[in-house]
C-alpha cells in the first residue's frame, strides 16, 4: 500500500506547514454558467493529488484555475503564498506545469523538438539555448522513455507515445509541481497504466507533486496519495484513497451502488459497480453515471 | 544524430541558409529589375551607379526612376510575407492569411471611396487604403474575439468580412465614371509603377519599428502553435502577445497594400513556401519576410520581362503564381487526408 499524505520527503518544503498551492474560497464560473462556489483546496506538498467525481462536476475546471488557466469570478488561487494571477508568467511556468487536454503538435516537428520547448520559461531572447536545456531534455526523454524517437515527427507516433512525448516536454520544464488533465483519456488500458506508472515514478523518485484529473476511479485509489471527490462544484470527501474511499461514498459522489473490496494487487481500495439486477430499480441519474465510469 | 551544439543549432543552419539564399535571390532580382525597362542598363553598370559611379543619364533612371519602385517593392513583399506569416500562426492555419480574411478587400475599399466619391490624390487614395485595412483588421478581430481569437472562427469570419467588403466595392465601381473606374482597376490589380520615394519612406520607417518588435515575439509566437493551453503553461501570455502581434500584421499589411495595392496571394505563399524551404515547425518569420520580399521582385521582373516595361500589373503574375500554388496546396492537403 502507497504512503498517505503529507509525507515529507523529496522536495525541501519552502514553508513549513503551509502547502505550496492552495485554491482560497475560489468562484469558478465560464461567463455566467458558475461550475463551483466558495471552494478551497490544498494540494499537499509532495502527493499525488487526483481529482475524481462525475461528468461535469468541475474536476477539469478546478485544474485550470489551480494553473491560472481560469481566473477565479471570486477568491484567489495562491502558489508559494502570492496570487499566481499577480506572478510573471514565466515565474509559475518555471514551478507550475501543466499537460492540458488539448494539444497541437505542430506539422512537421520532431519530437527532440517538442521537448526542446518545454525550455521556454527557462530561456530569454539572450539566451536561447544552453547545454543545461539539451541536457534537460535528454534526460525528460530519457525519463519517459521517448529518446529513441528523438528524431521521429511527433505526426507518426502512437497516441501511447505521443501522451508520453507530451509528459515529456511537461518534464523538460523542471516544475516542482505538475499538473495533468485527463492525461490517460483515449488510451488503451496498457498505456493507461503505462502513463500512471511513470506518473508514480516522477512522484515517488523525483518528489515531484503531482495533480492529475483521472476518469477511472479504480485507478485514482491505486495510484493516488490524497484523493479529492468532487460533486457539482463540492468536495464531498479528500484524503488517502484507502480512509475514504467507501461504497456510501461512491455513491453519493458518482450515484452508484457499487462493494469497494481490496485490491487483491495493491491492497488500495477497488470499486465493484452493482450487478445490473441488484441496482434494479435505481434512479435514471444513477444508471447515467455509471454508464459513464468506466 | 544531434551535433554538441543541441537541436536548435542544427535548425537554425538551415533557416540562416534559406535566408541568406532568400536574400541573394530579392537582391539580384532588384539589380536585374532595376536594369530592366524602356531603357535596358547592364546589371554591373546598375551596380555601379548604385555605389555612386555611373553617369548621369544612368544616375536619374536608377536612382530617381527605377530605385524606389524596386525598394517599395522589395518593403511590400516583406511586409506582405511577415503579415501573412503572422495570420497563418495566429489562425493556424494556411488559409488564415490577410488575402483570404478580406485585409485586401477592405484596403480597396477604402482606396476606392477616395477614388470614386472624392477623386482623390494619390496621397488620399494611400491614407483611403490604410484606414480601410486597418478598420477591417479592427472588426474582424473583434467579430471573431470570444475569449481568445481561434483559427477557425477568424477565418470564417474574416471570409464573411471579406464578402460583405467585395459586394462595397463592387457597388462603388458600379458607381465611377470611367476615368475613375478604370484608374481604380489598375489600382485593384496591385502595380509598382510610378513609385517614388514619396512611398519608400513611409513604408521603411513602418517595417523599422513593426519588424523588430515582431521577431521579438517570434518565440512567444513559435510556442502558440501547440495551442493556447499548452502556452500559458510554458509561461506565453496568449492573449497580450496574440493583440500585439494581430496589430503588427494588420498595420504590415494595411501599409503594403496602401503601397501597391492588393497585390494578391503574396501573403498566403510567401510562409508556406518559406516552410518548405526550411522543412521547420514553427512560424518562420524571418525566411516568409525575405521570401515576400524575392517572391514580389521576382514577379514583377518576369512580368517587365515578359510583357514589356509597365505593361503588366505585378499583382496579375503573384496572383496566377499563387493561384496555382493554392490549387497544389490543396490538392496535396487533400491527399495528406487534412482536409
Known amino acids: 500500500m502507497r504512503p498517505g499524505t503529507g509525507v515529507p520527503s523529496g522536495l525541501t518544503n519552502q514553508r513549513s506547514n503551509v502547502n505550496r498551492l492552495t485554491a482560497e474560497n475560489v468562484t469558478l464560473a465560464y461567463d455566467q454558467r458558475v461550475i463551483a462556489e466558495r471552494l478551497s483546496v490544498e494540494i499537499p506538498d509532495n502527493s499525488f493529488t487526483v481529482i475524481v467525481g462525475p461528468n461535469a462536476c468541475g474536476k477539469s475546471t478546478l485544474l485550470r484555475a489551480l494553473s491560472r488557466m481560469l481566473k477565479p469570478a471570486d477568491g484567489r488561487v495562491l502558489l508559494d503564498g502570492a496570487v499566481i494571477q499577480s506572478m510573471p508568467a514565466k515565474q509559475v511556468a518555471r514551478t507550475l506545469g501543466l499537460l492540458p487536454q488539448s494539444s497541437i503538435a505542430p506539422d512537421g516537428i520532431t519530437v527532440g523538438d517538442l521537448v526542446g520547448r518545454g525550455r521556454y520559461p527557462h530561456q530569454g531572447l539572450l539566451r536561447q539555448w544552453s547545454a543545461e536545456d539539451e541536457r534537460v531534455v535528454q534526460e525528460s526523454m530519457a525519463q519517459t522513455g521517448v529518446a529513441e524517437l528523438a528524431e521521429r515527427y511527433v505526426d507518426e507516433l502512437s497516441g501511447g507515445q505521443r501522451q508520453r512525448v507530451w509528459i515529456a516536454m511537461a518534464l523538460a520544464q523542471q516544475t516542482p509541481l505538475l499538473l495533468l488533465d485527463e492525461p490517460t483519456t483515449y488510451l488503451d488500458i496498457q498505456h493507461q497504466i503505462d502513463v500512471l506508472d511513470l506518473c508514480a515514478e516522477l512522484h515517488e523518485e523525483q518528489g515531484r507533486t503531482l495533480v492529475a484529473v483521472l476518469h477511472d476511479l479504480n485507478h485514482a485509489a491505486r495510484y493516488a496519495t490524497h484523493l479529492i471527490a468532487l460533486r457539482d462544484g463540492e468536495i464531498i470527501a479528500e484524503g488517502a484513497p484507502g480512509d475514504i474511499v467507501t461504497a456510501d461514498l461512491v455513491e453519493r459522489v458518482f450515484g452508484l451502488r457499487c462493494q469497494v473490496i481490496d485490491d487483491p494487487e495493491t491492497g488500495t481500495p477497488l470499486v465493484v459497480p452493482a450487478a445490473r439486477r441488484a441496482r434494479g430499480a435505481g434512479p435514471a441519474p444513477a444508471r447515467a453515471a455509471a454508464t459513464k465510469v468506466s | ?339
Open chain 2, 1 to 339: 544524430m544531434r551535433g554538441p551544439g543541441g537541436l536548435s543549432f542544427r535548425l537554425d543552419v538551415r533557416a540562416v541558409v534559406v535566408v541568406a539564399l532568400l536574400l541573394v535571390v530579392a537582391l539580384a532580382a532588384s539589380v536585374l529589375l532595376i536594369g530592366t525597362g524602356d531603357f535596358d542598363i547592364p546589371a554591373a553598370d546598375v551596380l555601379r551607379t548604385l555605389f555612386g559611379g555611373g553617369n548621369a543619364g544612368q544616375e536619374f533612371i536608377v536612382n530617381e526612376l527605377r530605385l524606389p519602385r524596386v525598394l517599395v517593392g522589395l518593403l511590400v513583399g516583406a511586409a506582405l510575407g511577415v503579415g501573412g506569416a503572422l495570420f497563418q500562426a495566429i489562425s493556424r492555419n494556411p488559409l488564415g492569411s490577410p488575402d483570404v480574411l478580406g485585409l485586401g478587400q477592405g484596403a480597396t475599399a477604402g482606396a476606392l471611396t477616395m477614388i470614386v466619391l472624392f477623386s482623390g490624390s494619390s496621397a488620399q487614395v494611400t491614407f483611403g487604403a490604410l484606414a480601410g485595412g486597418l478598420i477591417t483588421g479592427t472588426a474582424i478581430y473583434l467579430l471573431a474575439w470570444k475569449r481568445g481569437v481561434h483559427g477557425y472562427r477568424l477565418v470564417l469570419v474574416g471570409i464573411g468580412v471579406s464578402a460583405i467588403v467585395t459586394a462595397v466595392n463592387g457597388y462603388l465601381l458600379t458607381r465611377a465614371d470611367i476615368v475613375d473606374a478604370s484608374r481604380a482597376v489598375v489600382w485593384m490589380t496591385g502595380s509598382l509603377n510610378g513609385r517614388d520615394w514619396d512611398q519608400v519612406w513611409p513604408l521603411l520607417a513602418l517595417c523599422a519599428v513593426l519588424v523588430p518588435l515582431v521577431l521579438g515575439n517570434g518565440r512567444a509566437l513559435r510556442m502558440m502553435e501547440m495551442g493556447d493551453d499548452v502556452s500559458y503553461a510554458l509561461g506565453v501570455r496568449v492573449e497580450r502577445v496574440r493583440a500585439l502581434l494581430m496589430v503588427a500584421a494588420v498595420l504590415l499589411t494595411a501599409a503594403a497594400t496602401a503601397a501597391a495595392g492588393p497585390v494578391s496571394f503574396v501573403a498566403l505563399t510567401a510562409p508556406q513556401l518559406a516552410r518548405r524551404l526550411t522543412r521547420s515547425p514553427g512560424p518562420n518569420l524571418l525566411p516568409s519576410l525575405c521570401m515576400g520580399a524575392a517572391l514580389l521582385v521576382g514577379a514583377d521582373w518576369v512580368s517587365q520581362r515578359a510583357f514589356g516595361a509597365d505593361q503588366l500589373p505585378v499583382g496579375v503574375v503573384t496572383g496566377v503564381v499563387g493561384g496555382v500554388y493554392l490549387l497544389w496546396l490543396l490538392v496535396t492537403e487533400r491527399k495528406a487526408g487534412r482536409i
